[in-house]
């Protein structure tokens, strides 16, 4: 696929606001690699989470009653991938605390 150079992806916070806990982009082992610039939005259970820009759902796995922070529960967690225009991939996991 040829991506345009102006495509640009303006991201939007994926949960309100008031309804998150706080930003972090260190504490989870799962932040290297590719990852890297991952950033976890930690907020309550059942809070509302959208897309943070527009695109198209290309994965869903949600098979998983079982999770946690440690890098063991990796393969476990359920999440939804995202494919935007310019040809970026946005992944939200839902982590069991």
């Known amino acids: 696929m040829m991506l345009s ?3 640009i992806n303006k991201y939007k916070l994926p949960i309100p606001e ?6 972090d982009r260190t504490s989870s082992p799962a932040h ?4 890297r ?3 976890d939005f930690v907020a309550d259970k059942e809070t509302l989470v959208l897309a943070a ?3 198209i759902v290309t994965y ?3 098979d998983s009653d079982i999770g946690g ?3 063991i529960y990796w393969n476990y967690s359920n999440f939804i991938v995202i494919m935007h225009p310019n ?3 946005s992944r939200y996991d839902l982590r069991l605390q």
Request: charged share 25%; net charge negative; no cysteine.
């Open 18 to 23: 008031d309804q998150f806990q706080y930003i």
């Open 5 to 7: 150079k102006s495509i």
């Open 69 to 71: 922070s440690n890098p």
């Open 60 to 62: 869903v796995k949600d």
């Open 37 to 39: 610039n991952a950033i």
């Open 32 to 35: 290297f690699g590719r990852l």
């Open 53 to 55: 820009a527009d695109g």
């Open 87 to 89: 040809g970026e991939y």
